[in-house]
């Protein structure tokens, strides 16, 4: 009953930055948090970021200091924008929507770090 569409991911230099932004729509009102996750190939998928409808949020220690979650209610949109990234931000990121243990996804955005 979510429905969440990614933007903005692309191929950026080692030290560019990346603004991703995830539009909800749908029963919005029973979401409870949003996030960003990341899986590399061969990889689990990990825990990015994450920002709580009271505006809490959350980082992996690996982008903490470089990655800034942030939403905006009137918008149901949630963004991350990446700064100082390197070549192991490289990975699919999702978007991640949830209501107590349900979780909604997006389809994922490529984010590739290379020069």
């Known amino acids: 009953q979510v429905q969440l569409v990614e933007s903005g991911g692309g191929l950026v230099q080692p030290g560019g930055s990346l603004r991703l932004s995830c539009a909800a729509s749908?029963?919005?009102?029973?979401?409870?948090?949003m996030g960003w996750y990341r899986q590399a190939p061969g990889k689990e998928r990990e825990l990015v970021a994450t920002?709580?409808?009271?505006?809490?949020?959350n980082y992996a220690d690996s982008v903490k200091g470089r990655f800034t979650i942030s939403r905006d209610n009137a918008k149901n949109t949630v963004y991350l924008q990446m700064n100082s990234l390197e070549p192991e931000d490289t990975a699919v990121y999702y978007c991640?929507?949830?209501?107590?243990?349900?979780?909604?996804w997006g389809q994922g955005t490529q984010v590739t770090v290379s020069s």
């Open positions: 749908g029963s919005i009102f029973r979401i409870n948090a």
């Open positions: 920002v709580t409808n009271g505006g809490s949020t």
């Open positions: 991640n929507a949830r209501w107590v243990i349900v979780n909604y």
